[in-house]
């Protein structure tokens, strides 16, 4: 059996990258992951991250030199980066043979079928990550934060060094914080208040003084984005009639929570009756990292194997393409997330 020459499958590679850079960047372009976790590159197998304690503070130092020198605490995680990816593979004979009058025709027809595929699914796999850490953050044996309590808990501890310090519950659920259809506008809306007080509460590492967060998003099932819309863009809302009834001026009030965009992930459809929803906070200290943590070691690439190569495709007469990258997800600092769980 002759070879293929080494045109076809310089012609064949080209089109496959083409293609499969195409769809990644058309992918890109509408996906919600990159508002939601903060991309940290890696340079090693394993990183490990130091998580500053905040709690450095001016104090009161009566008539002057009454210095009280601060100690900046951290805590550290080890983030292992893993392999990801997929491979596709055809025998030589189909870049030679015609196909529809073209040669190598049904190559270049499943190559393109599977780059474009594989293209598109480069682009997701952070988002795909993303919503996995949003739906089993809960779950400390999956994604335990650097205090040791699962991403979501209701006891993390202002400082991860100092219990005496108090503690915070990024994780908020029960009836009192149903914002779905089953309650009215207005309910819907005093626990959207609720959920910012909350917040607002947190306390820095010094456990005085506030954190200072600011919610700039909503992530939200699609059968709970509209709901959250309405309720963080609307003038007036439709009261119960335990309110009064007729129609509230709320454009002032909504203003006042600021909570942002809100975010579909159509992965969390039917997750928990669609009736959570995940706030994203910002802080008033600057932080490389947010709630969650996608570390790229290595971005997705693709190497071609042909005879020429491997003894064993020789053997076979096969050509393969190999995609590859290696990546993590990880947590990241607790309030910077905060899940709401209406039951």
């Not at 795909?128 to 850490?133: C, R």
């Not at 959570?276 to 490389?288: H, I, K, N, R, Y």
């Amino acid at each position: 059996m002759g070879m293929v020459p080494t045109q076809v499958i310089l012609d064949f590679q080209t089109n496959l990258v083409s293609i499969m850079e195409r769809e990644f960047d058309r992918l890109s372009a509408n996906l919600w992951w990159t508002k939601v976790a903060k991309v940290r590159q890696s340079l090693s197998l394993n990183e490990t991250i130091a998580w500053l304690i905040a709690d450095a503070m001016i104090r009161d130092q009566g008539s002057g030199g009454n210095y009280r020198f601060d100690d900046i605490g951290s805590k550290t995680t080890e983030i292992e980066n893993r392999y990801a990816g997929a491979a596709f593979k055809i025998p030589q004979a189909m870049l030679q043979d015609l196909y529809n009058g073209i040669p190598g025709g049904k190559a270049f027809e499943l190559g393109s079928e599977w780059a474009a595929q594989i293209g598109a699914y480069m682009a997701y796999w952070p988002q795909k990550q993303t919503a996995y850490v949003l739906k089993n953050g809960h779950t400390a044996s999956l994604f335990t934060a650097y205090d040791g309590k699962a991403l979501f808990a209701t006891d993390h501890l202002t400082n991860p060094a100092d219990s005496s310090k108090g503690s915070f519950s990024n994780y908020l659920s029960g009836g009192a914080y149903d914002v779905s259809e089953s309650v009215s506008a207005d309910a819907a809306l005093a626990v959207l208040n609720s959920v910012r007080a909350a917040i607002a509460a947190y306390k820095m590492p010094n456990g005085e003084d506030p954190k200072l967060l600011m919610p700039r998003g909503i992530v939200a099932p699609p059968k709970l984005t509209p709901r959250l819309s309405q309720l963080t863009s609307a003038k007036f809302l439709a009261q119960a009639a335990t309110s009064g009834g007729g129609s509230g001026d709320v454009e002032r009030y909504i203003q006042t929570q600021g909570y942002g965009e809100i975010i579909e992930a159509p992965e969390l459809a039917g997750f928990e009756s669609d009736k959570t929803f995940f706030v994203l906070c910002d802080v008033a200290q600057s932080s490389q990292l947010g709630g969650i943590v996608y570390q790229e070691r290595e971005a997705f690439s693709m190497q071609k194997y042909d005879i020429t190569t491997s003894p064993d495709l020789g053997r076979k007469q096969e050509l393969e393409w190999h995609v590859q990258g290696r990546n993590a997800i990880a947590p990241g600092h607790p309030y910077a997330i905060v899940k709401v769980k209406g039951t």
